[in-house]
């Protein structure tokens, strides 16, 4: 079992920063990748950004990249997703998840791939 708690989330406004953490306990050290995801109001969870657990590497939505970046400590068991330049349709519940099995490239940005999933925190944007 892998339990992930998510925190960081806030109402900002466009423009603004924030860094969003996710603390993971339990079986940390079997985990392949760490993923952010995000849910706005009455669309589907979508891929945000992902790091490899072990060897570091990060991977970005199109909506993330430059603007976004993860990272983790491993020694902390932590993943953080820092979010710049904010945009309105930025708001939404962002969700962290871990994947147990190894991940390939062609997979780390599906939902399903991942088993454990924190209980989200919310970012609101405004103008």
């Known amino acids: 079992q892998v339990q992930l708690v998510e925190s960081g989330g806030g109402f900002v406004q466009a423009g603004d920063s924030l860094r969003l953490s996710c603390a993971a306990s339990?079986?940390?050290?079997?985990?392949?990748?760490m993923g952010w995801f995000r849910q706005a109001p009455g669309k589907e969870r979508e891929f945000v950004a992902a790091?490899?657990?072990?060897?570091?590497?990060?991977y970005y939505a199109d909506s993330a990249r430059g603007r976004f970046t993860i990272s983790r400590d491993n020694a902390k068991n932590t993943v953080f997703l820092q979010m710049n330049n904010l945009k309105l349709e930025d708001t939404a519940v962002y969700y962290c998840?871990?994947?147990?099995?190894?991940?390939?490239?062609?997979?780390?940005?599906?939902?399903?791939?991942?088993?454990?999933w924190g209980q989200g925190t919310q970012v609101t944007v405004s103008s």
């Open positions: 339990g079986r940390t050290a079997s985990s392949s990748a």
């Open positions: 998840a871990a994947a147990l099995k190894p991940t390939p490239l062609s997979s780390i940005k599906l939902l399903t791939r991942y088993d454990y």
């Open positions: 790091v490899r657990w072990t060897a570091g590497n990060t």
